[in-house]
């Protein structure tokens, strides 16, 4: 079993790792709050737990859909431009006056981790593989697998937004400002290429 969990823990590590929608997030609600971080992971693990238990008892093709990668596409897609746009138009007022995403940070985990289509397709190829050997081990096997994906999440996440929170003041309010505007467009870049890929899909 210890292969398995060693494998999942570092390919969950490489994603969180990765320059995404959900590491934007994280920072720009870490303007407000340390723990940002925890509750944006604590977010992925209330999306990513039912879809790992859908798996398990056999749903994978579910996942593998093209129909529900289209529908996840284009509203995750449309929902990141959105979130993207009011970041951009609150950029001013995001470090001075609190004025961040109108969203709290556990429900921008929760949304982020469901509605990106490549977690969609990873858990139906690479994920219901790791799922598949995992399930031998029984109850006890799915547990410590949930264990092993999640806690690179919560332990980036959080670790970001600490270090965010506490030095961010460092910055001048031109370079904050800045900032702001390159997560809002890391949303709206990302919210695009999936609404493009959901609707290249259709054609």
């Known amino acids: 079993m210890l292969p398995i969990l060693i494998s999942a823990f570092s390919i969950s590590l490489a994603a969180a790792l990765s320059p995404g929608p959900v590491i934007a997030v994280t920072l720009a609600k870490s303007y407000r709050s340390p723990w940002a971080g925890l509750q944006v992971a604590l977010g992925g693990l209330f999306a990513e737990v039912p879809i790992i238990l859908l798996i398990y008892f056999g749903f994978a093709r579910f996942l593998q859909s093209d129909v529900v990668q289209i529908i996840l596409g284009t509203s995750g897609g449309l929902m990141l431009i959105f979130l993207g746009v009011m970041l951009f138009r609150r950029r001013a007022a995001s470090f001075q006056y609190g004025k961040d995403l109108p ?12 509605i990106n289509p490549g977690m969609v397709i990873w858990w139906g190829t690479v994920g219901a593989l790791l ?36 030095f961010n003041h460092l910055w001048s309010s031109k370079a904050q400002t800045m900032m702001i505007i390159v997560f809002s467009f890391v949303l709206g870049g990302f919210g695009a290429w999936f609404v493009y890929n959901a609707v290249s899909m259709l054609i």
């Open 103 to 114: 969203v709290n940070a556990f429900k921008l985990g929760f949304a982020t981790a469901l």
């Open 131 to 166: 799922i598949s050997q995992i399930s031998s081990y029984g109850l006890e096997g799915l547990f410590w697998f949930i264990l092993a994906i999640e806690l690179p999440n919560f332990l980036w996440y959080s670790t970001a937004s600490v270090l965010f929170y506490r």
